[in-house]
Nanobody, 125 residues
């Protein structure tokens, strides 16, 4: 089992920044590709970004490319999502996911093997 706990969500004004964290426990963290997904009310859950096991390769949705950065610190069993230039349309609940597959497959399929409970991000206009 892998347990994932997100933190760092909150309320921010448009144009502002926020950093989300996802702490993992239960299995060897570096065995998993990691990803971030989000879901807004009335919409399907969508892929945001993913990162390879050692952090050398990452993928992003077109909607966040150039504004969001995913990173990981395997010594701390933690993955981060730095969000800059936030827009009201970024408002959603953000979920962390772990995958035994690749970061690329997470981007293409939108699938993960383990999920956190999510953290709310609200961007005001």
């Amino acid at each position: 089992q892998v347990q994932l706990v997100e933190s760092g969500g909150g309320l921010v004004q448009a144009g502002g920044s926020l950093r989300l964290s996802c702490a993992a426990s239960g299995r060897t963290f570096s065995n998993y590709a990691m990803g971030w997904f989000r879901q807004a009310p009335g919409k399907e859950r969508e892929f945001v970004g993913s990162i390879a096991r050692i952090g050398g390769k990452s993928y992003y949705a077109d909607s966040v490319k150039g504004r969001f950065t995913i990173s990981r610190d395997n010594s701390k069993n933690t993955v981060y999502l730095q969000m800059n230039s936030l827009k009201p349309e970024d408002t959603a609940r953000y979920y962390c996911a772990a995958s035994a597959g690749s970061a690329q497959s997470m981007a293409v399929t939108g699938r993960g093997d383990y999920w956190g409970q999510g953290t709310q991000v609200t961007v005001s206009s």
